[in-house]
């Protein structure tokens, strides 16, 4: 168990370090992607639930997300990571929009 403190509302809380109950051990893949919750669409950005802020995680996801710094020619930069996460934020309001209807 870790326990950490949200720097936004100044909360502590634990966590139990334990694998999705959902993640196929086997293939690495998620056996709900199409019907994922909404913390797992938005990863790696967290939304604090209290005060609306978003934040970075600051978690790297084996070998499909690497974040490096402003510049660099390898791997995604904040640049295109930002660009990449209003599109599937973009996406996303159109999903709930079109289950709205
Ligand atoms: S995407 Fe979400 S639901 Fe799927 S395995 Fe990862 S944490 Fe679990």
Redesign the pocket.
Known sequence: MTERKNLNSGLTFQTLNL??????KESG?????EE??L???I?PFYLEPLTGHATLLPVQCGVNLQIVPLGSLNGWSLRDFETAAKQWLAEIWDEAELHQH
Do not use: I
């Open positions: 694998p999705c109950r959902f993640l196929d893949l998620c056996t709900v992607y994922r919750p913390v797992c669409r990863f």
